[in-house]
């Protein structure tokens, strides 16, 4: 693991794997990264991401584990699934307190030009990180291939993932 200094307005050094949209980076040696890739971020698009009350939650199907965030009026989903991080950097934490909370980073990437136009670091619920490693736990142990559940969640219109997902505001 190297160490990786990000800024607004400099170019993001990391890779992205989508052009627009969100991709869970979590539970890694390197921390846990949410990337929101966006082309022609607008100022107020990037002052909800930077700022504005966020909200998390996901959706457990099957194999699939199926985080939504919510930035004030922008959501966002992003499929995670924990069996492709490589064992020798997956970092799956112990739950040792009812009051723990798993931290992220977000990042927002203007993908037109790949220039940091924001970055964030907020905290989950104690309830919601519990229920995401328990999750994870499940999908481990879970051989299915994801993509059938995937697929019938993103034929459901992105504004009602958030109730589906049960989102809750995220701390600072």
């Not at 985080?67 to 799956?92: C, K, Q, S, Y």
């Amino acid at each position: 693991m190297s160490i990786v200094t990000l800024a607004r307005g400099m170019e993001y050094p990391l890779p992205i794997r989508a052009h627009e949209g969100a991709a869970a980076h979590f539970l890694t040696d390197g921390g846990n990264i949410l990337q929101v890739a966006m082309t022609n971020v607008t100022r107020s698009e990037a002052r909800s991401i930077r700022s504005g009350p966020m909200k998390a939650g996901i959706i457990v199907d099957g194999s699939l584990i199926f985080w939504v965030f919510e930035f004030g009026m922008l959501i966002f989903d992003a499929p995670f699934d924990a069996r492709i991080v490589p064992p020798e950097a997956r970092w799956l934490p112990d739950i040792k307190s009812n009051q723990q909370r798993l931290a992220i980073e977000v990042h927002l990437v203007e993908t037109s030009t790949m220039i940091v136009r924001g970055i964030r670091y907020v905290t989950l619920s104690p309830e919601l990180t519990r229920r995401f490693l328990l999750a994870v736990q499940d999908q481990l142990a879970d051989n299915r291939d994801a993509t059938p559940y995937l697929t019938r969640w993103n034929g459901i219109p992105i504004t009602r993932l958030p109730t589906l997902a049960r989102v809750e505001r995220c701390g600072a």
